[in-house]
């Protein structure tokens, strides 16, 4: 399975993204529909963190505090990609986004850059 991170860019403070990973591979899309798969993040000189998660069917969501409210987090299975509304942003969300499994991590994919200015 791969998955392939893709909607970062340079946007202002206050403005918004919207971020994709799609999952490919021979077992991609049953991987990914089973499980619950989740966003990460990682800023320069920091570690990975867990932005946002999403059950297997969609139907129940979990936040970091520091996105609640500004991130949404959702999922469309017949499709294999997952998505991530960011709004609202700030500088501090400016890092290196990733989506896996949530759990057990399949191999990262590359990411993509989120920079936000001030």
């Known amino acids: 399975v791969q998955l392939v991170e893709s909607g970062g860019g340079l946007v202002q403070a206050g403005g918004s993204l919207r971020l994709s990973c799609a999952a490919s591979?021979?077992?991609?899309?049953?991987?990914?529909?089973?499980?619950?798969m989740g966003w990460y993040r990682q800023a320069p000189g920091k570690q990975r963190e867990r932005v946002a998660i999403?059950?297997?069917?969609?139907?129940?969501?979990n936040y970091a505090d520091s996105v609640k409210g500004r991130f949404t987090i959702s999922r469309d299975n017949a499709k294999s990609t997952l998505y991530l509304q960011m709004n609202s942003l700030k500088p501090e969300d400016t890092a290196v986004y990733y989506c896996?499994?949530?759990?057990?991590?399949?191999?990262w994919g590359q990411g993509t850059q989120v920079t936000v200015s001030s």
């Open positions: 999403i059950t297997s069917g969609g139907g129940s969501t």
């Open positions: 896996n499994l949530v759990g057990i991590h399949i191999p």
């Open positions: 591979g021979s077992t991609g899309s049953d991987t990914f529909s089973i499980n619950a």
